[in-house]
Structure formats: C-alpha cells, structure tokens
C-alpha cells in the first residue's frame, strides 16, 4: 500500500515537493503495472468479445456500453471511440435504464457491462431485462467468479492486483486497466473493418482533426501570381525579385516546358551569401536544389503537414503527374486555413 500518510513534513504540516512527486510516481507505477497485469490476462475472451461486436455491427446492430458510479464515464469514453472509430455505439445508464431507458437495446446489439467487483446492485437488476431481450452480455471485470460474471457470455478480466488508492477503495488502476481494454477492443474492431483514415475523416467533420483530414493540397495551394517562377536561364536576383512579387519564402524554377527543375528559398540564399559577394549574379540553376520534395494536388493537408515535419521545411511545390508546376504551399498560409 502506498504511503500517503507520511507525505506531509511533521514540522510544518506541509507537503514536501520531494515526497509529493515520489508518491504521484508511485501512483502512476501502480496503474503502469495493472495495465501489464491486464494485458497479459488477455486470451480468448478478447478475441470472443471482438467477434460478438463484429457479428453486432454486420447485422447493423450497435455496441451498448454500461456501467455505474466512476465506471459510468469509463463507458461514455470507450462508447465515444468506438463510435469515433465506425463501430456504432451508446450509453446506458443502468439506472435510467429500469426508467424507461431499456429501449436503447434492441434485438442484434451487444451489451458491454463495465464492473470491478461484479456487484454492482444497478448493473445486476439490469441483467434480467436484458437476458429477456436475449442481448448477448460481455462483463469487463476484475471478479470472474462475481454475480455479474454468471450473468455474461463472455467475461474479459481487469486483472489488477490493487488500486492506487492507498485504501484500496478508491477505483483507479481498475478504471484505468478497464479504458485500456476498451481502447484495445476499438482498435482491433477499427481494423477487422477495414477502417481507413478517409472514413475516420467523415466522422470528424470539424475541428483541426477534420480540416486536415478532408483538405485537399488543392484546396490550400498558391497558384497564379501568388507563385515566384523564373526560368532555368535566370539568375538569384531575377530569382528575388520574383520571390518579393509574390510575397513568397521560395522561388520555383521551370525547364522551358513548364516543369519542375528545381527551388531556391530564403534559406538557400542566407546560406549563398555567406559563400560568396557575387551571389545575386550567379546562375539560379548552379544554387537551386533541384529535384526537390514535391505534392500533387489530390494528396490530404495532413500529408503536407508531415512533409513538413519530417524534411524540417517551410514551402512545398505542387506538381501534376506529367511534372508541371501546378501550385505550391507556405506553411504561413496553415495557420489562416486552420490546419495546423
């Protein structure tokens, strides 16, 4: 059991800083260590629990979550991923659920019913109703031999061997262990199904996580004069003064067919001057970096992003399949679009 009652200096009756971040450490490692406990108990009641969802959701039936006390917002949170992820699913309330609420179930549906100790008297009275209705029941819980337990098809174990409670009342490594199978339940249904980033994007519509799932380069690129080009035959200066008409960070350098040859930015010229007085005379083609990191305009904002991330850059030319420069992105503009 933890120590919580020696956190406080005897002297001042204040919490040290040292004893107050050992024992928040400590708290933590409990939950770390219920979360492998619980892992590993995983068997074949997962994979029976995933395949009665499955088999739920083919018939176009939904997965109904349920639990009391602090296992009720567990539910809400496992209930939202999964529903996040396209495996339909909602909350029962068990109490509200002998009020009236039993008509969220439905013949076809799952029931996942979330109980440490499997005694819960709200979730317990709900079980007949529910067996009536012939719903197939998973128990998440840490007692398999629990009254909850006899109720269910299938019981999945939180199989922690205490609370970080320094009572070990108080639920939090249960509660912790229980988000993490229902986490694990979410994915694993996301990739049975074959759910792909694009139908992640429909169900997030809005917010930062649905800009830049639904945007297009297309949507977001400069194009027109909002683009600096200059010829392979020109030099940096003609390369700048584009750059200054266009109030771009980079300059595009066409072949005389209208494809890419290359880019110079403000970088490549803070760099150019350092190496020579004569640079803004010199042949554009002798500085540019050609063959450069390119998009097309069909691909996601997000994939910009990560090009961003990963080649530590700020402009990104646009180029359609044949090569021809098409457009070109600033990382500046993001910020306006909403992306980042």
Do not use: W
């Not at 400590?26 to 979360?35: G, K, M, R």
């Not at 392979?232 to 072949?255: K, P």
């Amino acid at each position: 059991m933890l120590d919580f009652m020696g956190m406080r200096d005897k002297r001042t009756n204040a919490l040290t800083k040292a004893d107050c971040l050992r024992h928040a450490r400590q708290v933590i490692d409990v939950e770390i260590e219920a979360l492998r406990r619980t892992r590993d108990a995983l068997g074949q009641a997962f994979v029976a629990t995933v395949e009665l969802m499955l088999a739920a959701i083919e018939r176009h039936g939904k997965i109904v979550v349920t639990g009391v006390g602090k296992n009720l917002p567990i539910a809400e949170k496992i209930s939202a991923t999964l529903a996040s992820t396209g495996s339909t699913s909602v909350v029962l309330n068990p109490v509200q659920a002998l009020h009236g609420d039993l008509g969220i179930l439905a013949a076809g549906d799952v029931l996942l019913a979330l109980s440490f100790s499997g005694e819960s008297d709200e979730l317990l009275a709900l079980m007949p109703a529910v067996r009536r209705l012939d719903v197939p029941i998973v128990g998440l819980t840490g007692r398999p031999d629990s009254s909850l337990a006899a109720c269910c098809q299938v019981v999945l174990p939180v199989a922690i061997e205490r609370e970080a409670c320094p009572f070990n009342m108080a639920p939090t490594a249960s509660t912790t262990a229980t988000l993490a199978v229902g986490d694990a339940l979410a994915m694993v249904l996301l990739d049975a199904r074959g759910f792909q980033r694009d139908d992640y994007a429909r169900l997030h519509p809005a917010g930062a996580i649905g800009r830049a799932l639904l945007t297009r380069v297309s949507d977001i690129m400069r194009t027109g004069e909002r683009i600096a080009t200059v010829g392979s035959a020109a030099s940096v200066q003609d390369a700048l003064v584009a750059m200054t008409r266009a109030q771009a960070g980079m300059a595009c350098i066409l072949n005389a067919d209208g494809t890419l040859a290359g880019i110079f930015t403000d970088g490549d010229l803070r760099r150019q001057l350092t190496r020579s007085a004569n640079s803004l005379s010199m042949p554009i083609r002798e500085v540019m970096t050609a063959k450069p990191i390119s998009a097309c305009a069909s691909q996601l904002a997000v994939d910009v992003l990560r090009l961003f991330e990963d080649h530590h850059i700020d402009d990104l030319p646009v180029v359609d399949e044949n090569g021809l420069l098409v457009g070109c992105v600033d990382i500046q503009d993001l910020p306006r679009l909403k992306i980042l």
